[in-house]
Structure formats: C-alpha cells, structure tokens
C-alpha cells in the first residue's frame, strides 16, 4: 500500500460521515427537536414579555392603593 490507498480510503471514510450527518441532521424524526431549539431565542423574549408586563400589573395594583 502506498500513500495513494491510504488518501483513497480517507476520502471514502470522510464521505462516509458525511452522509452520516446529512442523514442524521435531516431525518424527519428530528425535525422537531430541530425546529424547537431553532425558536429558543423567539421563546426568551416571550418569557421576559410576561414577566415584565406582571411587574407593570403589580406597579399599577400598587399605585391605585
């Protein structure tokens, strides 16, 4: 074997993974999963949305007394 097989068989291995991770990363059973962590940064504003408009509820229930 010389230095050509070994390249040869790199390249095999490596296209190998790469069909791994394209099979891993689009198969419809991680979709959802996918689709949840890709909307995590829209959810924190949600979440800072109620809780400041709770605190501006509190200040006005406060202010009325």
Request: glycine content about 4%; proline content about 3%.
């Amino acid at each position: 074997m010389d230095i050509n097989d070994f390249r040869s068989l790199s390249t095999v291995l490596v296209f190998i993974a790469f069909i791994g991770v394209c099979w891993w990363a689009f198969s419809p059973s991680r979709k959802k999963k996918f689709d949840d962590a890709a909307n995590l940064p829209f959810s924190d504003d949600e979440i800072n949305n109620l809780e400041s408009s709770k605190k501006a509820s509190g200040d006005d229930k406060k202010k009325q007394d």
